[in-house]
Every structure is written in C-alpha cells, then in structure tokens.
C-alpha cells in the first residue's frame, strides 16, 4: 500500500487454510535474522500487507510468547495460524516455521561432518568460530540493553555471571533463583521488574483486520476445562509415546532416549532466546554426554545462524552430530543416524511449545500482561544476560588458546574476532555478510599458514 494512499475502509476476505499453508511455508525459508527479524517480517506481513490480524492483537499475542520458554517467533506463527484455523492451523504454522531450517541443517551437518577436514571446509570454520564469539557477545549486550534497567536487574545478571563462573552451578538452578527473585519483587517493586519491549506503542492506519481489535474471540479460542484436559492429555500423550518407543527400542540409556529426555528438559529453559539455553545445552551435549565436542558446538552455532528459523535448530545440528558419531543405526547407515537423531531432537525441542499455545492460547484471549506472569520472566531474562556474557567468555577462551595452554594464543583467530566485533557493535554489519567476512578470513589465514617456509 503506498504510502500516500488512505488505509482501506473494509477488511479483506476471509483466508483459506489453503492460503495460509502457502504463506507459512515461505516465511519457513525467509525467516533469517533471528526473531526480531522473524517477527518483524510477520508484523510486515501479517498486520500491515495482509491485514489478518490487527497490531494490538499481534502484540497482545507477542506478549504472551515472550513470556513463554521456547523461540517466540515460532509460538507467535504457531498462536495466529490456530487463531485463524483452529488446531490444524496451529500446527501446521509451526511445523512449517521449523521443516525448512530442519532440513537444510541436516545437509549442511553432513557436509561438515563428511567434509570437515577438507582444507576448504576446514578453513572456512576457522573463520566462523571468531564470528561465533562475536555473536554471542552482541547477543549479551542487545539483551542486556534491553532488559538491564535499573540496579536490581544488574545485580541479578551479575550474580547469574559469578554463579556459572565462580560456583560452576548449574543453569535450571539459576533460572529457578532468579524466577523466585522475580516472583517476589514483581510484588513488592512491580515497577522494578515491569516487563519492556513487547508492548510498545501501537500504531494505527493500517485498516480494518481480518481479525481486528474488537472482533468477537473465535468459538474455538474460547477458554474450556474440557478443551484444555484435551490438549494437556494429546501433548503428553504423544510424548510418552514416543519416548517408550525409543526406549522400546534401544532401551532408556540408549542415545536417543537419552536425546529425547534432555531436549525435553531444555524446551522448559528457553527463556530469552536461544542463546539463554545454550550453556545448558553445552554443559549436557559436550560434557555430559559427549555427543559431540566443544569446538563442533561452536561451529553448529555457526550453521544455525545462516539457516532461516529459530537459531534453537542449532539442537538439530547436535542431534546430527551425535547421531553419526554413535551410529544409532549401525556404521553402515551414518547418515540416517544422524537425520534421525536430528529429527528426535527437534521433535522434543518443539512439542513443548505447541501444548503451550495450543493450551493457553484461550488464556490469553482474555488475560492481558500482568506484573505477576511477567515479574518472573523480566528476573530470569537479566539472569540469562549474565550467562551469555559467560558462554561468550567460554568460546573466546576456546579460540584464542585452541590447546588450553596460555602460552599458545593463536593470534590471528583474535584478530578475526575483534574485527567480527566492530563489525557488529560500531558498524552493525549483519549476521549472514559478517558470516561470510569471517568465512573468508578464515579460509585466506589457512592457506596463508599452509604456504611453505
């Protein structure tokens, strides 16, 4: 709509599941940019293009993902596609945020795991793992900005800091603390930890909505106890029945049960994007399990970031990974372990958000934001910030000093992530040509190395 045009007078015509399916499926393969970017390409297209749904409907229903564990983008897709069409709507909008990223995260995981040694491929994630530092740190700090308003929220996301570097404490005890901090200030200083960012301004001109501020709430969004045991018994009904199946089969200490139970246990952590859980992930897939080292989780980080979806497909990657190298399926079927083991974790990861709209979404068509639900969420995101900045510690010390051994920096992989840093912090470069510089970098420092004398 142009911009000197009046805004429409009617709202458009009824949408088919049809219709939706097909819009769905591309924002499956253009969501990059992780989910600002998601969510702004749907408020593009959702609120402003196609009028489906009105903005203070889309932020009424943002709001309610954020305060979710879980990638907010694809609960947000998941939320409007089940206000539109019912159950089926609901899952077919998730499924299709999540399927394109599956999939080419598992032929980009093959390539690497197949090709890595290749000096090429090799040289190129020496470039990315730098870039990977970087990102994670301006993810620290774009969070931080965020949330970290006043002294109170600062001293939690310090606290978190000391708690994973000084006491080695593990990430769901940390959560847990700062959710009670939360609770208990959301009561007694409501204004400390009001939540931000979500709610803003809502701007009008856009025209009439399909489903528009005061349009009646959809018969099936209505709230029911019925509805809800429904929902709460499918979802876990469907857990528990894939979860006997893998132990059925290869029994409950087997690699993909044990997948299965800690990618469950991670969907409940995701507060704050991805990059909140991924020390937890580290702690679990690196060092508990071994599925895979800690070098390949940085270079899986950097896969994830160039693929569209959630940046927590990267679980898919690990999944990947872990599942060539324990070849769930024998030696002679790598490839199929590793697409299966993929395609298990995803399963776990995500499942937890659908019984979280499908189940609350009639909640929230009648709840709106209140200091009680979003204290919690506001302490555990500034908790979440301290961490990160701890993970970006963690990565940097692996680049840097690639032995262990502090005598040993290796100079020019510095060099590459404090030039990866300006980048990002002073001259906001993107995440995809920052991946690419970095890339490039690594592959012309390994063939500057490899030249004689």
């Given at each position: 709509?142009?911009?000197?045009s009046?805004?429409?007078?009617a709202p458009?015509s009824?949408?088919s599941l049809?219709q939706a399916?097909?819009?769905?499926l591309?924002?499956?393969?253009i969501?990059?940019?992780?989910p600002?970017?998601q969510?702004?390409?749907m408020?593009?297209?959702?609120v402003?293009?196609?009028?489906w749904?009105s903005?203070?409907?889309?932020?009424?229903?943002?709001?309610?993902c954020?305060?979710?564990?879980?990638?907010?983008?694809?609960q947000?897709?998941?939320y409007?596609?089940?206000?539109?069409?019912?159950t089926?709507g609901?899952?077919l909008?998730?499924?299709?945020f999540?399927?394109p990223?599956?999939?080419?995260?598992?032929?980009l995981?093959w390539?690497?795991?197949a090709?890595?040694q290749?000096?090429?491929v090799?040289g190129?994630?020496y470039g990315?793992?730098?870039?990977?530092?970087a990102?994670?740190?301006?993810?620290a700090h774009r969070?931080g900005?965020?949330?970290l308003?006043?002294?109170w929220?600062?001293?939690i996301a310090i606290?978190a800091?000391?708690a994973m570097?000084l006491l080695e404490l593990?990430?769901?005890l940390?959560v847990?603390a700062?959710a009670?901090?939360g609770h208990?200030g959301g009561?007694r200083a409501?204004?400390v930890?009001?939540l931000?960012?979500?709610?803003g301004?809502v701007?009008a001109g856009?025209?009439?909505?399909l489903?528009?501020?005061?349009?009646?709430t959809?018969?099936?969004?209505?709230?029911s106890?019925l509805?809800l045991?429904?929902?709460?018994?499918?979802?876990?009904?469907?857990?528990?029945?894939?979860?006997?199946?893998?132990v059925?089969?290869?029994?409950?200490?087997?690699?993909?049960?044990?997948?299965?139970?800690?990618?469950?246990?991670?969907?409940?952590?995701?507060f704050g994007?991805?990059y909140?859980?991924l020390?937890?992930?580290?702690?679990?897939?690196v060092?508990q399990?071994?599925?895979?080292?800690?070098?390949q989780?940085?270079d899986?980080?950097?896969l994830g970031?160039?693929?569209p979806g959630?940046?927590?497909?990267?679980?898919a990657?690990?999944?990947f990974v872990?599942g060539w190298?324990?070849?769930?399926?024998?030696p002679?079927?790598?490839?199929l372990?590793?697409?299966?083991?993929a395609?298990?974790?995803?399963?776990f990861?995500?499942?937890?958000s659908f019984i979280?709209i499908?189940a609350g979404?009639?909640?929230?068509?009648?709840?709106?934001?209140?200091?009680?639900?979003?204290?919690?969420l506001?302490?555990?995101?500034?908790?979440v910030?301290g961490?990160?900045?701890q993970?970006?510690?963690?990565?940097?010390w692996h680049?840097?000093?690639?032995?262990?051994?502090?005598?040993e920096?290796?100079?020019m992989?510095?060099?590459?992530?404090?030039a990866a840093?300006?980048a990002?912090?002073?001259?906001h470069?993107?995440?995809?040509?920052?991946?690419?510089g970095?890339?490039?970098?690594?592959l012309?420092?390994?063939?500057?190395?490899?030249?004689p004398g």
């Open positions: 709509m142009p911009f000197d009046p805004p429409p007078t458009p009824p949408v049809a399916l097909r819009f769905w591309k924002l499956g393969f969501s990059f940019g992780g600002a970017g969510i702004a390409i408020h593009t297209e959702l402003e293009r196609r009028r749904i903005e203070k409907r889309f932020l009424h229903a943002l709001n309610y954020m305060v979710l564990p879980g990638p907010e983008a694809q947000l897709a998941t409007i596609g089940w206000l539109l069409h019912r089926p609901g899952l909008a998730g499924a299709l999540v399927l990223s599956l999939f080419i995260l598992v032929g995981s390539v690497y795991i090709f890595g290749v000096p090429v090799a190129i994630f990315l793992k730098p870039a990977v530092t990102l994670v740190l301006h993810a969070i900005g965020r949330v308003r006043n002294g929220l600062w001293g606290a800091f000391a570097v593990p990430f769901p940390i847990l700062a009670l901090l208990v009561r409501p204004s930890f009001a931000g960012g979500a709610g301004a701007q856009f025209g009439p909505a489903i528009d501020d005061h349009t009646p959809p018969a099936h969004a209505r709230f106890r509805r045991a429904r929902v709460l018994a499918a979802g876990l009904g469907l857990w528990l029945a894939v979860m006997a199946a893998l059925a089969w290869q029994g409950w200490h087997g690699t993909l049960a044990q997948m299965g139970w800690f990618f469950t246990k991670a969907a409940w952590l995701t994007g991805a909140a859980v020390p937890y992930v580290y702690q679990g897939a060092e399990h071994q599925w895979l080292s800690g070098p989780m940085m899986g980080l950097a970031e160039t693929t959630p940046l927590i497909m990267v679980v990657f690990v999944g872990g190298l324990q070849q769930v399926l024998g002679e079927a790598r490839f372990s590793g697409a299966l083991a395609t298990v974790v995803t399963f990861t995500f499942l937890p979280f499908l979404g009639p909640l929230v068509e009648s709840t709106h934001g209140q200091a009680r639900f979003t204290a919690p506001t302490a555990i995101t500034a908790a910030v961490v990160i900045v993970l970006a510690l963690f990565f940097a680049v840097v000093w690639p032995q262990g051994r502090m005598d920096p290796d100079l992989a510095a060099a590459i992530a404090v840093g300006l990002l912090f002073r001259w470069v993107g995440v995809l040509p920052l991946l690419a970095c890339g490039l970098a690594g012309a420092a390994s063939a500057w190395r490899s030249l």
